[in-house]
Protein backbone atom coordinates (compact mmCIF):
# COMPACT_ATOMS: atom_id res chain seq x y z
CA UNK A 1 0.00 0.00 0.00
CA UNK A 2 1.29 3.76 -0.93
CA UNK A 3 1.07 6.02 1.77
CA UNK A 4 1.51 8.98 -0.70
CA UNK A 5 -1.04 7.16 -2.97
CA UNK A 6 -3.92 6.91 0.04
CA UNK A 7 -3.59 10.73 0.45
CA UNK A 8 -6.33 13.36 -0.62
CA UNK A 9 -4.88 15.88 -2.91
CA UNK A 10 -6.19 19.10 -1.87
CA UNK A 11 -6.62 21.50 -4.96
CA UNK A 12 -6.27 25.49 -4.43
CA UNK A 13 -8.39 28.34 -4.86
CA UNK A 14 -7.81 28.94 -8.72
CA UNK A 15 -6.43 25.83 -9.96
CA UNK A 16 -8.40 23.86 -12.22
CA UNK A 17 -7.99 19.71 -12.35
CA UNK A 18 -9.58 18.35 -15.35
CA UNK A 19 -9.19 14.51 -16.49
CA UNK A 20 -10.56 13.45 -20.04
CA UNK A 21 -9.38 9.84 -22.15
CA UNK A 22 -6.43 9.36 -19.78
CA UNK A 23 -5.01 13.03 -19.88
CA UNK A 24 -4.88 14.94 -16.62
CA UNK A 25 -5.08 18.77 -16.81
CA UNK A 26 -4.60 20.87 -14.37
CA UNK A 27 -4.82 24.84 -15.03
CA UNK A 28 -3.56 27.27 -12.65
CA UNK A 29 -2.34 31.30 -12.63
CA UNK A 30 1.15 30.14 -14.19
CA UNK A 31 -0.20 28.28 -16.52
CA UNK A 32 -1.48 24.99 -18.13
CA UNK A 33 0.26 21.17 -17.90
CA UNK A 34 -1.14 18.07 -19.27
CA UNK A 35 0.10 14.70 -18.71
CA UNK A 36 -0.88 11.15 -19.98
CA UNK A 37 -1.52 8.63 -17.48
CA UNK A 38 -2.02 4.71 -17.71
CA UNK A 39 -5.48 3.26 -17.13
CA UNK A 40 -4.27 0.93 -14.35
CA UNK A 41 -5.12 4.03 -11.35
CA UNK A 42 -8.18 5.21 -11.17
CA UNK A 43 -8.51 8.95 -10.60
CA UNK A 44 -11.66 10.31 -8.70
CA UNK A 45 -11.91 14.12 -8.73
CA UNK A 46 -14.45 15.10 -5.87
CA UNK A 47 -16.73 18.01 -6.56
CA UNK A 48 -17.10 20.72 -3.79
CA UNK A 49 -20.71 21.32 -4.60
CA UNK A 50 -22.02 17.60 -3.81
CA UNK A 51 -19.01 17.36 -0.75
CA UNK A 52 -19.34 20.36 0.74
CA UNK A 53 -15.75 20.25 1.39
CA UNK A 54 -12.83 21.64 -0.98
CA UNK A 55 -11.87 20.03 -4.13
CA UNK A 56 -10.21 16.73 -3.73
CA UNK A 57 -7.98 14.24 -5.85
CA UNK A 58 -8.00 10.80 -4.91
CA UNK A 59 -6.14 8.37 -6.52
CA UNK A 60 -7.10 4.12 -6.17
CA UNK A 61 -5.78 1.07 -8.06
CA UNK A 62 -7.44 -1.33 -10.45
CA UNK A 63 -5.42 -4.24 -9.75
CA UNK A 64 -3.74 -5.26 -6.62
CA UNK A 65 -0.55 -6.02 -8.37
CA UNK A 66 2.94 -5.23 -7.74
CA UNK A 67 2.97 -2.78 -10.77
CA UNK A 68 -0.40 -0.96 -10.41
CA UNK A 69 0.95 -0.25 -6.66
CA UNK A 70 4.54 0.95 -7.91
CA UNK A 71 2.51 3.40 -9.99
CA UNK A 72 -0.14 4.46 -7.44
CA UNK A 73 2.40 6.71 -5.30
CA UNK A 74 4.20 7.95 -8.37
CA UNK A 75 1.31 9.42 -10.04
CA UNK A 76 -0.05 10.84 -6.46
CA UNK A 77 3.18 12.97 -6.75
CA UNK A 78 3.11 14.01 -10.11
CA UNK A 79 -0.26 15.18 -9.86
CA UNK A 80 1.14 17.49 -6.16
CA UNK A 81 3.32 18.43 -8.71
CA UNK A 82 1.36 19.65 -11.05
CA UNK A 83 -0.70 21.55 -8.67
CA UNK A 84 2.05 23.15 -6.72
CA UNK A 85 4.26 24.21 -10.55
CA UNK A 86 0.69 25.90 -11.73
CA UNK A 87 0.37 27.79 -8.82
CA UNK A 88 4.16 28.68 -7.81
CA UNK A 89 6.89 28.29 -10.54
CA UNK A 90 9.48 25.88 -9.77
CA UNK A 91 13.61 27.53 -9.46
CA UNK A 92 16.82 25.98 -9.44
CA UNK A 93 20.19 27.87 -9.39
CA UNK A 94 23.47 26.74 -10.95
CA UNK A 95 26.82 28.70 -9.49
CA UNK A 96 29.74 29.07 -11.95
CA UNK A 97 32.88 28.91 -10.46
CA UNK A 98 36.43 29.78 -12.12
CA UNK A 99 38.23 32.21 -13.76
CA UNK A 100 37.63 32.88 -17.49
CA UNK A 101 33.87 31.41 -16.73
CA UNK A 102 31.34 32.96 -18.10
CA UNK A 103 27.69 32.22 -19.24
CA UNK A 104 24.95 34.61 -20.72
CA UNK A 105 21.15 34.46 -22.41
CA UNK A 106 21.12 35.52 -26.26
CA UNK A 107 18.00 35.55 -28.70
CA UNK A 108 18.69 33.25 -31.09
CA UNK A 109 19.59 34.29 -34.66
CA UNK A 110 15.68 33.68 -35.51
CA UNK A 111 14.32 35.79 -32.71
CA UNK A 112 12.06 33.28 -31.57
CA UNK A 113 13.44 31.91 -28.56
CA UNK A 114 16.93 32.07 -26.73
CA UNK A 115 20.04 30.27 -26.24
CA UNK A 116 22.19 29.75 -22.80
CA UNK A 117 26.30 30.70 -24.34
CA UNK A 118 28.76 29.16 -22.14
CA UNK A 119 32.81 30.01 -22.05
CA UNK A 120 33.96 27.06 -19.82
CA UNK A 121 37.70 26.77 -20.82
CA UNK A 122 37.08 25.08 -24.45
CA UNK A 123 37.86 26.06 -27.19
CA UNK A 124 34.99 26.70 -28.09
CA UNK A 125 31.93 28.34 -27.03
CA UNK A 126 29.21 26.03 -25.56
CA UNK A 127 25.58 26.94 -26.68
CA UNK A 128 22.65 25.78 -25.19
CA UNK A 129 19.11 26.23 -26.48
CA UNK A 130 16.40 26.80 -23.79
CA UNK A 131 13.34 24.79 -24.26
CA UNK A 132 9.92 25.87 -24.34
CA UNK A 133 8.12 26.78 -21.08
CA UNK A 134 11.60 27.60 -19.13
CA UNK A 135 12.64 30.88 -19.05
CA UNK A 136 16.47 31.50 -17.89
CA UNK A 137 18.83 34.01 -16.72
CA UNK A 138 22.33 34.84 -16.17
CA UNK A 139 23.73 37.43 -13.73
CA UNK A 140 27.43 37.34 -12.95
CA UNK A 141 28.45 33.80 -12.22
CA UNK A 142 24.63 32.62 -11.19
CA UNK A 143 22.51 31.27 -13.79
CA UNK A 144 18.91 30.89 -12.71
CA UNK A 145 16.18 28.34 -14.63
CA UNK A 146 12.43 28.82 -13.69
CA UNK A 147 9.49 27.14 -15.01
CA UNK A 148 6.01 25.40 -13.98
CA UNK A 149 7.32 21.64 -14.63
CA UNK A 150 9.09 20.32 -12.40
CA UNK A 151 10.54 17.52 -14.41
CA UNK A 152 11.72 20.07 -17.07
CA UNK A 153 12.95 22.40 -15.14
CA UNK A 154 15.02 19.61 -13.32
CA UNK A 155 16.06 17.92 -16.44
CA UNK A 156 17.23 20.82 -18.25
CA UNK A 157 19.32 22.01 -15.00
CA UNK A 158 20.99 18.91 -14.62
CA UNK A 159 21.90 18.46 -18.71
CA UNK A 160 23.54 22.16 -18.05
CA UNK A 161 25.72 21.06 -15.12
CA UNK A 162 26.52 18.17 -16.58
CA UNK A 163 28.19 20.41 -19.28
CA UNK A 164 31.64 21.23 -16.66
CA UNK A 165 30.90 19.48 -13.55
CA UNK A 166 33.12 20.88 -10.33
CA UNK A 167 36.69 19.49 -10.19
CA UNK A 168 37.61 18.44 -6.26
CA UNK A 169 40.85 20.53 -6.12
CA UNK A 170 39.99 23.86 -7.05
CA UNK A 171 36.25 23.82 -7.11
CA UNK A 172 35.84 25.11 -11.00
CA UNK A 173 32.97 24.09 -12.63
CA UNK A 174 28.95 24.46 -12.72
CA UNK A 175 27.56 23.28 -9.14
CA UNK A 176 23.76 23.79 -7.72
CA UNK A 177 23.25 26.65 -5.51
CA UNK A 178 22.89 24.50 -2.00
CA UNK A 179 25.25 21.75 -3.29
CA UNK A 180 28.78 21.25 -1.40
CA UNK A 181 31.86 20.58 -3.44
CA UNK A 182 34.29 18.16 -1.56
CA UNK A 183 37.41 19.14 -1.44
CA UNK A 184 40.43 17.02 -2.00
CA UNK A 185 44.10 17.91 -0.80
CA UNK A 186 46.47 18.39 -3.76
CA UNK A 187 49.88 16.74 -4.50
CA UNK A 188 52.38 17.05 -1.61
CA UNK A 189 56.36 17.94 -2.27
CA UNK A 190 58.63 15.50 -0.21
Known sequence: ????????????????VAQANGVVTVTG???????TFRDDITIAISDPAKDGAGKTVNLN???????????????????????????????KKLILEGIGFKSEVKPTRAGESEELHFALGFSHPVIVSIPKGITATAVKNEITIVGIDKELVGSF????????????????GMRYEDEVVRRKQGKKTV
Open 29 to 35: PKGTLSK
Open 61 to 91: IKRNDKFSQSLWGTYASHIKNMIKGVETPYQ
Open 157 to 172: TAAIRALKKSEPYKGK
Open 1 to 16: MSRIGKQEILIPVGVK
